[in-house]
């Protein structure tokens, strides 16, 4: 695909209200570069691991029920994602979480800013259940930071209303991102 084409059809997803445009930081000589993310209503039209049942599911189960399942649930992934990294290290590490996470179909990115390394979900598989329930956020972050040995500070949140998800990496003496 042309860089022209690949433009046109990022318009035509901003006319239809499921992108925008960011402006992204001016980096040398040349037109400003712009990033581009997708909006809320674009979320319809994104892979939702049946939304609404879990959304049902969370109400339905009691409060300490919802916590056992999610920390099971973390431990789960956080095993079978430990697997898959293991004798990676640093950056090539937080790049394949990345990918475990996106298999997982939450579209992350490695973005490096300058704090350091940070991972970026652009979509929640569960959402719904976020928005009423914030054990899965918290188990996730805690395993990212278990998996990477690092600390794991989460700057933006969907549950919150945020566009994405950011979970900025600290660089620790045993992890050395970079």
């Not at 609404?52 to 409060?63: I, K, R, S, T």
């Not at 719904?128 to 998996?147: F, G, I, K, S």
Request: net charge neutral.
């Amino acid at each position: 695909m042309t860089r022209q084409g690949a433009l046109r059809h990022l318009e035509a997803l901003q006319a239809a209200g499921l992108v925008e445009t960011a402006n992204a930081e001016h980096k040398g000589p040349g037109r400003p570069q712009h990033s581009y993310r997708l909006t809320a209503s674009a979320s319809a039209h994104l892979p939702n691991r049946d939304r609404a049942l879990a959304g049902e599911l969370v109400e339905f189960f009691q409060m300490g029920e919802l916590e056992r399942f999610f920390a099971g649930r973390s431990a789960r992934l956080e095993a079978e994602y430990a697997t898959q990294l293991a004798g990676l290290k640093g950056t090539d590490r937080v790049r394949e979480l990345a990918r475990l996470a996106t298999s997982s179909g939450h579209l992350t990115e490695v973005l490096d800013g300058p704090g350091g390394l940070s991972l970026t979900h652009r979509n929640c598989p569960i959402k719904d259940v976020v928005a009423r329930d914030t054990h899965p956020c918290q188990h996730e972050q805690d395993m990212y930071a278990r998996l990477l040995d690092s600390k794991v500070e989460r700057g933006s949140w969907q549950g919150g209303g945020d566009a994405a998800c950011t979970y900025r990496i600290a660089e620790n003496k045993g992890t050395q991102i970079g």
